[in-house]
């Protein structure tokens, strides 16, 4: 945390800051940067102060969302935006060992319905829903 805060506070200053009253394009970033290296601060601090070792990493959980997360991103463009987010739930749900199918299912449903309402209804973001082309 913070080192994307500072990564995007740093990059952020590269762009007019502007005032309070009328905010350039930096200001967002730079503030928003700025609170996340904090928060990694205040983290930190008392993490430091704990005794014991380094957790050990989960690799699977990681590796899930990941892919789940990459799989998305490719196939919002190919199959639309309902597909992807089934196929996003269905792999993120892949982080546990035994995912359970019911649940999930309910959820990619649910999540795909949300996902069209919000993006192509409420905010009029031209996303398909379905697309065929692979």
């Known amino acids: 945390m913070i080192i994307g805060g500072t990564w995007f506070s740093l990059h952020g200053l590269q762009y007019s800051m502007g005032t309070l ?3 350039g394009p930096a200001y967002f970033p730079v ?11 205040l983290l930190l ?7 014991g070792g380094f957790p050990k990493p989960e690799w699977r959980p990681m ?19 309902v597909p992807a987010t089934v196929v996003l739930t269905i792999l993120a749900a892949l982080a546990e060992r035994r995912p359970p199918l019911l649940p999930t299912a309910i959820l990619a449903v649910a999540l795909a319905a949300i996902a069209v309402l919000v993006f192509t209804q409420g905010l009029g973001i031209p996303l398909p829903a379905f697309r065929w082309n692979l």
């Not at 601090?45 to 005794?51: E, T, V, Y």
């Open 21 to 23: 009253r009328r905010m």
């Open 31 to 41: 503030c928003i940067g700025i609170t996340v290296a904090l928060f990694g601060v």
């Open 45 to 51: 601090l008392p993490a430091l102060r704990r005794p």
């Open 63 to 81: 590796a899930a969302i990941c892919i789940a997360i990459l799989a998305f991103a490719i196939g919002i463009d190919r199959l639309g935006l």
